[in-house]
C-alpha cells in the first residue's frame, strides 16, 4: 500500500516503513505527525483518487531527526564593475519514519448509509411542496382564464 501526501507545498509519494526528508516541521525529535492531506491511496486491489484530498485518510509518521542539508554556494557577480557577493545556504531539514496509512473503517462508513437515508427524506419533502405548488399555479391560471 502507498499514498500520495502533500506536505511542505511539495507532494511525497510513501510507504510504511520509508524514511522521507520534509522541509523543517515544528514538532520535536520523538513526536508523531499527522499527514491530513493525501491526494492518492493505492492498495493491491483498488485506487482511491482525491478531489482535491481523499476524505478520511491519515497518513502518520514519526520524527527522526532534525537537522541541515548540504551547503550550497550562492554567487553573484556583477562584471566590469568588481562587484562579487559569495553566500552558502544550508536548507534545514525534518527526517519523519512513515509508521502507518489509516483508511476509513467501517464505522465511518456507516454514518455516510444514515446521511443518504436523510437525503431521501429531504427529496421526498420537495417533491410535496412542488406538487403543492403546482396545485396552487394551475387553480390560479384556471381562473385567469374564467375572468378573459
Avoid: W
Avoid at 64 to 92: C, D, L, S
Avoid at 97 to 103: D, R, Y
Avoid at 129 to 140: L, N, P, Q, V
Wanted: hydrophobic share 30%.
Amino acid at each position: 500500500m502507498y499514498a500520495i501526501i502533500e506536505a511542505c507545498g511539495k507532494q511525497y509519494k510513501v510507504v510504511e516503513g520509508d524514511v522521507v526528508f520534509f522541509e523543517k516541521l515544528d514538532t520535536e525529535v520523538g513526536k508523531k505527525v499527522t499527514f491530513d492531506n493525501v491526494i492518492l491511496v493505492s492498495d493491491e486491489k483498488k485506487v482511491q483518487i482525491g478531489n482535491p484530498y481523499v476524505k478520511g485518510v491519515k497518513v502518520e509518521g514519526k520524527v527522526v531527526a532534525q537537522g541541515k542539508g548540504k551547503k550550497i554556494i550562492v554567487f553573484k557577480m556583477k562584471p566590469k564593475k568588481n562587484e562579487r557577493k559569495k553566500q552558502g545556504h544550508r536548507q534545514p531539514y525534518t527526517k519523519v519514519e512513515i509508521t502507518a496509512i489509516k483508511t476509513a473503517t467501517a464505522k465511518a462508513e456507516k454514518p455516510a448509509e444514515k446521511a443518504e437515508g436523510t437525503e431521501k427524506k429531504v427529496t421526498e419533502k420537495k417533491v410535496a411542496e412542488k406538487k403543492t405548488t403546482e396545485s396552487k399555479t394551475t387553480a390560479k391560471k384556471t381562473t385567469k382564464k374564467v375572468e378573459a
